[in-house]
C-alpha cells in the first residue's frame, strides 16, 4: 500500500523568507501524482501545486515550486518570498495514475508560521 | 469559479443518532468523494462515486456509512449510528469528468461533525 510522510509537524519562517517542507513516499507504482494542498484556518483544502511522476520537470506555481526527486521518492514544497498568508497546515498526497486520481493518499501534515 | 458547498459548516448530533451531510458538487462533475479529517490527524479518503455507485471505498467506510446522489445536484453521506469516534471534519469533493485523468479535486469547506 502506498503512504505519504511529513517528518515536519511544525516549521516556521520568516516572512519574505524561503522555507521547504519535506514529504517522502511510498509506492510501486511508476505512473502516478503527487500533490501539495494547503489548509488555511478556513478550514478550505486548497490545491497549491501538482505533479506528474512522468514529468521530469518540477511543478512551479509562483512562489510555489517542487523538487521532485522519483527515485529517492521525495517531494518537498519550497515557498519562496514566503508572505503573512502563506501560514496554514500543509498537506502533501499521492494518488495512482488513472481512474482512481481522486483517491488521495495524505500525510499527517505540516504547520507553517510565518513571522512578520 | 465554481464551488464544492456543504453544509450545514458544524453539525452536532448525539451518539446513536443519525447524521446526513450535505453537498452540492459542481455542476459538471461526476466524481464525488467522501474524505475525513479527526482533529489533529490527516486527511482520509472514505468513499469515491460514479455513475449513481460507489466506485471505492477504505476500510474507515463501514456499514454505518452510506452515499447517495438523492435529485442529480445533491451528493449526501449518511452515518447511521453516529460513534463519538465519528467525530470529526468532513470533505466532500468532485472532480471534471472530461479531465479525469488530469485534474485535480475541488474539495468544499468541510463540515465539523461533533458527536456528544
Known amino acids: 500500500a502506498q503512504t505519504v510522510t511529513q517528518s515536519q509537524p511544525e516549521m516556521s519562517v520568516q516572512e519574505a523568507e524561503t522555507v521547504t517542507l519535506s514529504c517522502t513516499y511510498d509506492t510501486s507504482e511508476s505512473d502516478y501524482y503527487l500533490f501539495w494542498y494547503k489548509q488555511p484556518p478556513s478550514r478550505q483544502m486548497i490545491l497549491v501545486i501538482r505533479q506528474e511522476a512522468y514529468k521530469q520537470q518540477n511543478a512551479t506555481e509562483n512562489r510555489f515550486s517542487v523538487n521532485f526527486q522519483k527515485a529517492a521518492k521525495s517531494f518537498s514544497l519550497k515557498i519562496s518570498d514566503s508572505q503573512l498568508g502563506d501560514a496554514a497546515m500543509y498537506f502533501c498526497?499521492?494518488?495512482?495514475?488513472?481512474?482512481?486520481?481522486?483517491?488521495?493518499?495524505f500525510g499527517k501534515g505540516t504547520k507553517l508560521s510565518v513571522k512578520p | 469559479e465554481p464551488e464544492v458547498t456543504q453544509t450545514p459548516s458544524h453539525q452536532v448530533t448525539q451518539m446513536g443518532q443519525e447524521v446526513i451531510l450535505r453537498c452540492v458538487p459542481i455542476s459538471n462533475h461526476l466524481y464525488f468523494y467522501w474524505y475525513r479529517q479527526i482533529l489533529g490527524q490527516k486527511v482520509e479518503f472514505l468513499v469515491s462515486f460514479y455513475n449513481n455507485e460507489i466506485s471505492e471505498k477504505s476500510e474507515i467506510f463501514d456499514d454505518q456509512f452510506s452515499v447517495e446522489r438523492p435529485d442529480g445536484s445533491n451528493f449526501t453521506l449518511k452515518i447511521r449510528s453516529t460513534k463519538l469516534e465519528d467525530s470529526a471534519m468532513y470533505f466532500c469533493a468532485s472532480i471534471d469528468p472530461g479531465k479525469s485523468y488530469n485534474s485535480p479535486l475541488h474539495f468544499g469547506n468541510g463540515t465539523r461533525l461533533t458527536v456528544t
Open positions: 498526497a499521492y494518488s495512482n495514475y488513472g481512474g482512481s486520481q481522486g483517491n488521495l493518499i
